[in-house]
């Protein structure tokens, strides 16, 4: 065992705002890698860190970690810090004795690229702060995606910190080889030693979970209770019990895409607008939990009640951490905790490979799991797991000697996270006659054939895809990025929606109005609103000729309709769908036509387009 030198003066607060949980994921890592150089370490949502002066400057060194949402925004557990920073009353030495550094997630496919962390950084600093270490911004539309940042910013500021806070001779780093005890592990209920933390490790402080009830037989049919599974990274949500009532293909059965056009209804009350999403939560398939039950000889403790229970307290014993999932009841079992709340199918991370290296006794097995983790295979991790989006199962089931404890399940599996689906119901689509709320949803079904001719499958759309008219599930119901207000609701508005992403453009064109091919989605509906509207429709099929059309392609057709919307009439842009060379596409070509019918040069225009977005009249929502 390899004690850690922690003096009080040696601690580290690592802070993040997430929305789908990269930011909390790389949090995590960055926890970790300061245990291994004797900081007392403390990962935290920024909405739970108190903002008082006294409470951070109580770190040696605070590192912030957030991603972009919306139209430049912080995720929505991360905006009452946020809203706290921004004080009339702090003074300008409000935080000038804490050192911090940041490191931001973002799209660069989004034309507020890092807005997040770029505007946290500038708060922090107009407050005092100290930058400690230069800002990192990583970039999801890399070729290596988001590690290619991350992994030397890291590396970089774990050897300056060492440089700044030196260990005094005789203390080392701890090795990688040396494995890190989690804060929480699991345990069958008849071991649980009793401890004052019981009620948070089993939950009891979390609202009554939903339940999911699912009679396709490829799934678990008996009730389960959930909980919202990480609440440190969800953002603030509103359980919503729905019915499943249709749940149709709108595509053709030739069509290369399974498109599905779905409404639940509920009983509960429910408000919102266009650009909203539901989060839905999936299962794991029964055949794969047994694969990985088999996998790692779980099989004898698989149906037995278990719990978390704490290793350790931090910080002196003063300061009690989260169990990384929040279980309910008194009968969770490990294969409930697989099928509910642990991503099998996930791609997996560098830290994955670092810590189940930790679970062989084959040398071979470990010298390649070690080698995926080191900077200088980056390259060939991207390789391995991105590319083929292989699995973590596929990678336990590759690496069949490793053989995981069951007690460390959730500290190496990954959360299973719910998915988010813009709602493409608005005004008199979002009320039964009944008056009940409805909810339509436009999901295409994921499942291709990766460049290792593998049928891969999206964990939540395949079980969208199973699910049967009539079924029970919980929904939660969330703000999406375009954020139209009512005043935007009634100005001229130039929506751009290839694919799928006319989900959110339907739901503002219903709310609008209240207030030819196989992806002609809702094409009868169109058609009606424009005899009951001012609407026009210009749809573009790139696979309907020879010679392709792209939305960008309409958008320069019709360009002096679209600078009349824009520059006359004061209107507004909205892009939906696919994130990476559709936006920025679609930007280009408004700028053209800002350029062409505006009679001035490349330069004026991508101010002009500059203006919109400053203004708030360029809204992007993509995926």
């Not at 979970?209 to 909980?227: G, K, L, S």
């Not at 199962?393 to 007690?407: A, C, G, M, N, R």
Request: net charge neutral; with cysteine.
């Amino acid at each position: 065992m390899v004690m850690k030198y922690q003096p009080r003066d040696r601690s580290a607060l690592v802070a993040y705002g997430s929305e789908t949980g990269n930011a909390y994921d790389y949090a995590e890592e960055l926890g970790r890698f300061l245990e291994r150089i004797h900081f007392s370490t403390h990962v935290s949502k920024l909405d739970a860190i108190e903002t008082a002066r006294p409470s951070l400057r109580h770190y040696s060194i605070l590192i912030f970690v957030t991603s972009t949402t919306g139209q430049g925004d912080l995720p929505a557990n991360a905006r009452l810090f946020w809203k706290s920073l921004l004080r009339k009353k702090l003074p300008p030495t409000y935080l000038q004795d804490v050192q911090f550094s940041t490191f931001g997630l973002g799209d660069s496919s989004y034309p507020k690229f890092n807005w997040a962390a770029r505007k946290l950084h500038k708060r922090l600093v107009q407050l005092g702060a100290n930058e400690i270490y230069p800002r990192g911004e990583a970039d999801q539309q890399h070729d290596e995606g988001l590690d290619a940042t991350f992994v030397p910013w890291s590396t970089d500021l774990r050897q300056h910190l060492l440089t700044k806070f030196p260990l005094p001779d005789g203390i080392s780093p701890i090795p990688e080889e040396v494995l890190l005890e989690p804060k929480w592990k699991l345990a069958l209920r008849s071991s649980v030693v009793s401890h004052p933390a019981d009620a948070l490790a089993n939950g009891d402080h979390e609202a009554p979970p939903p339940a999911f009830e699912d009679t396709e037989p490829r799934y678990e049919t008996e009730p389960a209770q959930r909980v919202n599974p990480n609440a440190s990274i969800e953002s603030a949500t509103q359980g919503i019990p729905v019915k499943l009532d249709e749940n149709r293909r709108i595509t053709s059965d030739n069509h290369w895409q399974d498109v599905r056009h779905l409404v639940f209804t509920s009983h509960a009350p429910a408000e919102y607008g266009p650009g909203d999403v539901l989060a839905i939560y999936p299962k794991n398939l029964p055949e794969e939990v047994d694969q990985l039950l088999k996998q790692m000889d779980w099989t004898d403790v698989a149906d037995r009640p278990i719990s978390f229970t704490p290793t350790r307290l931090t910080d002196g014993g003063n300061l009690y951490p989260s169990p990384p999932i929040s279980l309910s009841g008194t009968s969770t079992t490990l294969r409930t905790l697989l099928t509910e709340h642990l991503d099998l199918t996930a791609i997996p991370r560098r830290s994955f490979f670092s810590l189940v290296a930790h679970f062989t006794d084959d040398q071979f097995h470990k010298d390649r799991l070690l080698e995926f983790t080191k900077p200088e295979y980056i390259d060939e991790l991207y390789d391995y797991t991105t590319r083929p989006r292989r699995s973590i199962l596929e990678v336990l089931q590759e690496f069949e000697s490793v053989k995981i404890p069951w007690q460390w399940a959730a500290s190496v599996l990954p959360e299973l996270r719910g998915r988010q689906f813009s709602i493409a119901s608005g005004g008199q689509l979002k009320k039964t006659r009944e008056g009940n709320a409805r909810f339509e949803l436009l999901v295409a079904i994921v499942k291709y054939k990766t460049v290792i001719k593998k049928i891969r499958e999206g964990v939540c759309t395949r079980y969208l895809a199973a699910l049967l008219v009539g079924t029970r599930i919980n929904v939660c119901l969330q703000k999406g990025g375009l954020a139209i207000t009512k005043a935007e609701a009634k100005r001229p508005v130039v929506m751009i929606g290839p694919g799928t992403g006319v989900a959110p453009i339907r739901a503002l064109a219903w709310e609008r109005l209240q207030n030819e091919s196989a992806d002609y989605f809702y094409r009868d509906e169109w058609q009606s609103l424009r005899a009951q509207a001012p609407f026009e429709i210009f749809p573009a099929f790139s696979r309907d000729q020879h010679q392709k059309i792209y939305v960008q392609d309409a958008i320069r057709q019709q360009g002096p309709t679209v600078y009349r919307l824009l520059s006359v009439l004061n209107g507004t842009v909205c892009v939906c769908g696919s994130s990476g060379k559709m936006p920025q596409a679609v930007r280009a070509a408004l700028i053209d036509v800002l350029e062409k019918c505006g009679h001035t040069d490349r330069e004026a225009a991508e101010w002009s387009l500059e203006r919109l977005e400053k203004e708030g009249r360029y809204k992007q929502e993509t995926w």
